[in-house]
């Protein structure tokens, strides 16, 4: 246990040190240096705040039904990245648009949806579906990659949603940075309190 402790705070001081940088290099800009960087990242606020405008405008952020194959078309034009589930009336479709819709709104830059394959006979054969449900992981336009059943979510019904992430991730459909988004908040407290038991670990010595 006093080993797995020593690590810890050993990557807690290494991430401390590295913040300790960042802050010394930030110190030795002058005023010019530092209103370029505000003015970049001013910019680049500016640009992701109307990246999110526009796809919120056409659906994404939330989890949708596909009621026509002619739609299907619209959507993966409009959209640069489509998750888009082949489902029909069963238990396993409904686990997956459960997923589908946590997804949905924790990755706006892409655009869940949903389409009844027996009602879409020539999307069915054209992208070859065959079990449901299956997901069609889709890039400009492309088919890039499937998600059949669940036998690559673990074969069983109980996966997790960061489970999907992960395997949706693989295809470059949602951005993605080998940490769940879904893990984020959680992992960001944990550091925090390493990082004060660090300190508190250092000042009673």
């Known amino acids: 246990m006093k080993i797995i402790e020593k690590q810890v705070l050993t990557v807690a001081k ?3 040190d590295k913040i ?19 003015e970049r990242r001013l910019k680049q606020m500016k640009k992701m705040a109307e990246k999110k405008k526009r796809w919120m405008s056409i659906g994404h952020g939330e989890y949708s039904e596909i009621h026509s194959e002619k739609d299907f078309f619209s959507v993966v034009k409009s ?13 396993p479709c409904k686990v997956m648009d459960k997923h589908m819709s946590i997804l949905a709104k924790q990755h706006i830059e892409t655009r869940f949806v949903k389409i009844q394959a027996e009602k879409s006979p020539f999307l069915a054969e054209r992208l070859k579906i065959v079990v449901l449900p299956t997901l069609a992981l889709i890039k400009n336009t492309k088919v890039d990659d499937y998600v059949v059943g669940f036998n690559e979510l673990g074969g069983k019904d109980d996966f997790s949603t960061e489970d999907l992430e992960e395997r949706i991730a693989r295809a470059q459909v949602i951005h993605y940075e080998g940490e769940s988004s879904l893990k984020q908040k959680s992992t960001t407290q944990v550091r925090r309190n390493v990082r004060q038991s660090a300190r508190s670990d250092s000042d009673s010595e």
């Open 14 to 16: 290494a991430m401390e």
């Open 20 to 38: 300790d940088d960042e802050i010394a290099s930030l110190e030795k800009l002058d005023e010019d240096d530092l209103e370029v960087l505000r």
């Open 79 to 91: 959209s640069e990245r489509v998750v888009c589930h082949f489902y029909r009336e069963n238990w």
